[in-house]
């Protein structure tokens, strides 16, 4: 039997991901047919005080990482966010889903009740239960990034709907 922490959280991920890239797909081709300069898109607001795009993939690649990685007990690998094309930004979702992947679902055995801490900068700290950690912060935070790429795309007339969204299932 798959561990509840595992089957909640690393398909979920795979899945959303696998989605997103897919989007930026879409996003290359509007770009290129509607003779968009990329970097317009990927350095796209909803609004100035938000991040552009390109930061929502960052992010939601450093959610699905991190949460993973903490749950599973393993290092959380360091990413440099650089990037700053469409191809870039789905390597990094493809090697993003590479480490996700990787995590056996034994890792995450016990995971529910392992004491999760997590520094959202000096000297803010933060302690979870694993499931509060992965229901209550890692999920919503991840979904918040991905569907804010979405509306990013969406908002600046790339065709996608919500089973673009979704990914496949």
């Known amino acids: 039997m798959t561990d509840a922490m595992y089957a909640s959280s690393i398909p979920v991920f795979r899945q959303m991901l696998g989605g997103l890239a897919a ?16 970097a317009a898109l990927i350095q796209a607001r909803l609004f100035p005080d938000m991040f552009p795009l390109a ?19 393993a290092e959380v690998p360091k990413f440099n966010d650089d990037e700053q094309t469409f ?15 990787g995590l ?6 016990g995971s529910s009740r392992r004491d999760i801490v997590i520094r959202q900068g000096t000297p803010k700290e933060r302690r979870f239960s694993g499931q509060a950690y992965l229901l209550s912060y890692g999920l919503p935070q991840f979904f918040f990034h991905v569907t804010t790429a979405y509306a ?17 299932y």
């Open 23 to 38: 989007i930026l797909a879409k996003a290359e081709a509007h770009a290129a047919d509607k003779h968009i300069e990329p």
């Open 55 to 73: 930061r929502q993939v960052q992010i939601a690649c450093d959610f699905a990482r991190g949460v993973s990685a903490r749950l599973a007990g």
């Open 87 to 101: 191809a870039q930004l789905r390597e990094l979702i493809a090697r993003t889903i590479g480490f996700i992947e």
């Open 104 to 109: 056996a679902a034994e890792q995450f055995e």
């Open 152 to 168: 990013l795309l969406r908002h600046n007339g790339v065709e996608i709907g919500k089973r673009d969204y979704m990914g496949e």
